[in-house]
């Protein structure tokens, strides 16, 4: 038997559908659809506001945190001698090669690589409609492979080409500065700026979670490795 | 179901544009019902997954730019709902139909080979597990599924590939991909 037809028998198991199914959910559709649409429209733009204020309020936070924390560290701290640079130290001095945009009427995806990825290589960015929302924003699982042979580490950097906010990377291969902590799945996951993968190995394919809050849905990402950049906006 | 896909929107109050969505949406719940079935394994949580797939297909309907693309996409909202309503429901796992113990012990009861291939199914990554679903039980074809999932068709194919090596190893891929 055909692995085909071994699923069918598997689900079909589960129970036929109700005859009327379809009918029952199309019309629960059309009676309650304009009343959920308007209740939608009522929360959602009071959420949106409290969601304003609640990212001003952490951007605020961290700026005039963050500078405290410098001007503090550089008052006490002891100088010391720059320790030589590691590979991954040397990606992350590149710049960010990524514009900037005015709206999103501007944001142009691509460039397409041959295999309709985007990316011209030697890394591609294959895209998923699996998003994962929580409080702070949505996440998403996407998939990162090379064309080949590719030496590391690969350095993943990304930001929001509109408001210049950047994407969050959690899971395996998050690295970087951390920026935050959110629950994902049930699980407290850490929010780190940077994509780091130092086990370059075959066969050059990695599934990544990244994440993003407010976006406006044009990032730009710019991936370094060893005598490469590549920038690509989705 | 192509063609039926370039009606009109929905969003229009007009009672014409009501029909339409629903002469749009009815083909779609039982591939969708099925789907949800087979992700989650529950006739109730299938049947709310649909509901409230349909509910997100009433509003966004109309932003949609290729109409043609109908019924993946509202696959992939399906397939968006059951995550979410696993998420909401479960943190361990699903059930397989029968108890886990049950569906370990190897038997030649048609039951418990369907519940094996289903526990098996459901140990894949999940985007794996949707690939599998859309193109052997609900019978999409590659590009489509690649539609639903949101991956080009060369990722969507070597991942379907790697699935059926994990799901049937030593099976020729060519033969089980018919």
Not at chain 1, 39 to 60: D, E, K, T, Y
Not at chain 2, 107 to 113: A, M, N, P, V, Y
Request: proline content about 6%; overall charge neutral; some cysteine.
């Amino acid at each position: 038997m055909s692995l085909r037809r071994e699923l069918h028998a598997a689900y079909d198991e589960l129970g036929p559908q109700d005859a009327g199914l379809s009918e029952r959910v199309v019309n629960t559709v059309e009676r309650d659809g304009p009343r959920r649409a308007a209740w939608s429209l009522r929360m959602r733009a009071p959420l949106s506001l409290v969601a304003v204020f609640v990212v001003i309020a952490v951007i605020a936070g961290a700026l005039v945190g963050g500078r405290l924390i410098a001007d503090w560290r550089s008052l006490s701290a002891p100088r010391v001698p720059a320790a030589p640079q590691t590979p991954l130290q040397k990606l992350e001095a590149r710049p960010l090669h990524l514009p900037t945009l005015h709206s999103a009427t501007e944001c142009v995806y691509g460039p397409w690589g041959t295999s309709g990825d985007l990316g011209t290589g030697p890394l591609h960015w294959s895209g998923s409609a699996v998003e994962i929302r929580t409080a702070w924003g949505s996440y998403f699982h996407e998939f990162l492979y090379a064309d080949g042979a590719v030496t590391g580490p690969i350095l993943v950097r990304a930001r929001d080409l509109i408001h210049g906010q950047r994407v969050v990377f959690v899971g395996q291969y998050a690295g970087g500065p951390v920026v935050g902590t959110d629950v994902l799945d049930g699980n407290v996951v850490v929010q780190h700026l940077e994509l780091v993968i130092d086990s370059v190995t075959p066969p050059y394919a990695w599934q990544i979670e990244d994440g993003s809050a407010n976006g406006t849905g044009c990032t730009g990402w710019q991936i370094d490795g060893p005598g490469f950049t590549e920038t690509f906006t989705l | 179901m192509q063609q039926v896909a370039e009606t009109q929107s929905p969003r229009s109050s007009a009672v014409a544009s009501e029909r339409a969505f629903a002469e749009l949406l009815r083909p779609l719940v039982e591939p969708g019902f099925r789907l949800a079935l087979a992700m989650l394994h529950d006739r109730g949580a299938a049947e709310d997954a649909v509901q409230e797939a349909s509910f997100t297909a009433w509003r966004k309907l109309a932003t949609m730019r290729d109409q043609g693309r109908l019924r993946p996409w509202f696959l992939g909202v399906v397939a968006n709902k059951c995550r979410n309503a696993r998420r909401q429901k479960w943190s361990s796992g699903v059930s397989m139909g029968v108890p886990e113990e049950l569906a370990i012990v190897s038997g030649e009861d048609s039951t418990l080979r369907n519940a094996d291939l289903r526990l098996a199914v459901s140990r894949l990554p999940r985007e794996d597990k949707l690939i599998v679903v859309l193109y052997f039980y609900l019978d999409l074809p590659l590009e489509e599924v690649a539609i639903a999932v949101g991956n080009s068709v060369s990722a969507t194919r070597s991942r379907l590939y790697r699935s059926i090596k994990r799901l049937r190893p030593g099976v020729d891929v060519e033969e089980a991909l018919r």
